[in-house]
């Protein structure tokens, strides 16, 4: 007998695609979490970081400033405590921003991110676009006619583009000394990696370029709520608490110290 196609029989031994629902929404705070000597496994020095900005010419300190980040520049923290970022990390509640010290919650707000970096907190959010897919049709980057995005424009420095470590992109503004807008960008990527999202390889994050067109833009972003963004999410999605965490672990160990005067 002949099966049509509505008579076709399912075949069950193929398994189904299982539906991953969302994950409840927590009503308790997050509980204290004791110190015990854990640490997290850093792929960055904020040394390295520092190196590289005491090189920069005078017109490359000149162009980060313009951007609104030059209190970065005056950044002198040269070693983070993975033990404290541990425990530091471990207590960070991204539900409601707090930090749970024992008998106290420290709020941790944008304002807190701009105590630490002094970066701009501007009316526009840096919102983190996907890069259009291959022969799909984009509007051109205003600020450079004949390439598609920033994130283009960054990427074409390299032979490479899919390799592009923050080492590269150090090596990079150190032959750009008369600053300018690549520059610019380079010292954004260079920054966000090593400060705000560090990735699992040593390779630069990008994404969050494609929020800039033009240089003016810099400025105007909310880069304080970007920082914060980051800490929330990566924290939610540090499910094993093991040492291999991405997140601004370097802002949190910074902040602590200037709220312990109000906890004693």
């Known amino acids: 007998m002949r099966v049509g196609k509505q008579d076709k029989v399912r075949d069950t031994t193929k398994p189904t695609k299982t539906i991953k629902l969302p994950e409840p929404i927590r009503v308790e705070q997050r509980p ?11 792929r960055y020095s904020p040394s390295s970081f520092l190196e590289t900005i005491r090189k920069f010419t005078q017109a490359q300190i000149v162009d980060v400033k313009s951007i609104g980040f030059g209190p970065v520049l005056d950044i002198n923290v040269n070693y983070i405590c993975t033990h404290l970022g541990y425990w530091l990390v471990r207590n960070y509640d991204e539900q409601d921003s707090t930090l749970n010290i024992i008998n106290h ?32 049709i984009v509007q051109k980057n205003t600020a450079t006619d004949d390439i598609d995005t920033t994130i283009d424009e960054f990427k074409n420095q390299w032979p490479d583009r899919n390799m592009i470590t923050h080492g590269l992109v150090a090596d990079a ?91 004693k």
């Open 173 to 263: 503004m150190h032959l750009q000394p008369n600053g300018g807008r690549l520059f610019k960008l380079n010292f954004l990527a260079y920054w966000n990696t090593l400060f705000v999202e560090i990735t699992k390889s040593t390779t630069v994050k990008q994404s969050f370029l494609l929020a800039i067109n033009k240089e003016e833009d810099i400025s105007k972003l909310d880069w304080c709520s970007f920082v914060l963004e980051s800490l929330r999410r990566t924290r939610q999605s540090w499910k094993k608490f093991d040492s291999q965490y991405n997140g601004p672990v370097s802002f949190l160990t910074v902040c602590f110290p200037k709220h312990l005067d109000n906890i």
């Open 32 to 42: 204290f979490y004791a110190y015990h000597h854990e640490a997290l496994s850093l």
């Open 105 to 136: 919650r420290i709020k941790i707000t944008r304002d807190s991110v701009y105590d630490v970096f002094g970066i701009p907190k501007g009316p526009n959010p840096v919102i983190k676009k996907n890069k259009p897919r291959k022969g799909a």
